[in-house]
């Protein structure tokens, strides 16, 4: 995806193993070693992710009422849709609706596979109109097409970002700012891309993981990603970053516990 905010604007703790210190005259005690921090990919971090994220997309924490989401947000993209924004124009929607019918072929939006190929990389709604959106929502009522839309979204999106994140070393916040960076910028090879973000972030500062503090990091990250924000004016209002994201960084929030309060686009959101 690389939609923005749209006319109502629209995250397993492993324990360590025990160690047992036994002395030859007294009794074995068993002292439990410090459990690792939970990443974004646990389940209660992710739902986190998944809220922050809605909070942006949809102006709304219920991520899940998302799936019937459809609307030409007027970004370039054409139809921005579903739980992360997918887009005929970017290539994510196309990738879904095939999913989908691979795993259900003949499927309420198989017969639209043909335009979808066809407007990819445009904003046309050639072959898609009228009735796409009435389709797309009667496709969401489906398990299927859910189950689908949550595969492509870790696929794509949510497995790239932590899997990056925690290579540079970060925990759960910057994760999820990875992940909210290519939610909307995705990761191809242009200037604004998550990949381009995150080398224009190490020209300054070193993540963790090469020795730099990860405080310095994530700010020069967020930096660069306002300024990539700003090159497109469908992007423009940096809220999400900077009274939301920026607002947990302020606060040493590094695991992203809650409570969490944040605003985004002037509105406010809580979880508790």
């Known amino acids: 995806m690389q939609p923005t905010a749209h006319t109502s604007r629209r995250a397993v703790l492993a324990l360590m193993g025990a160690v047992t210190c036994a002395g030859i005259l007294s009794p074995a ?35 899940k009422a998302q799936y019937k989401y459809i609307e030409d947000i007027r970004d370039g993209r054409g139809y921005t849709a579903g739980i992360i924004g997918f887009c005929s124009g970017t290539g994510d929607m196309l990738d879904l609706v095939q999913l989908y019918t691979d795993r259900k072929p003949g ?39 859910q189950q689908a839309q949550n595969d ?28 909210d960076a290519i939610v909307m910028h995705g990761d191809g090879g242009d200037a604004t891309s998550f990949s381009s973000i995150r080398r224009r972030a190490l020209r300054t500062a070193k993540p963790p993981a090469q020795g730099g503090n990860e405080t310095t990091y994530l700010n020069a990250f967020l930096d660069a990603r306002v300024w990539a924000m700003k090159q497109e004016e469908a992007h423009s209002d940096t809220s999400r970053v900077d009274t939301a994201q920026r607002v947990f960084l302020r606060q040493g929030n590094l695991d992203l516990n809650p409570p969490l309060d944040w605003k985004v686009y002037g509105d406010s959101y809580h979880i508790g």
């Open 152 to 179: 492509e979204r870790d696929r794509v999106y949510f497995n790239p970002a932590v899997r990056q994140g925690k290579a540079d070393g970060l925990r759960a916040l910057g994760q999820f700012a990875y992940y």
């Open 29 to 63: 005690i068993a002292t439990a070693a410090p459990a690792a921090v939970p990443g974004l990919d646990d389940p209660a971090k992710k739902e986190i992710a998944m809220k922050l994220v809605s909070s942006a997309e949809n102006s709304s924490l219920d991520w």
């Open 107 to 145: 499927n309420v939006l198989a017969r639209y596979l043909p335009a979808l190929r066809r407007v990819n990389g445009t904003d046309s709604h050639s072959g898609l109109d009228p009735n796409f959106p009435a389709d797309w929502r009667k496709a969401a009522q489906d398990s299927a097409f």
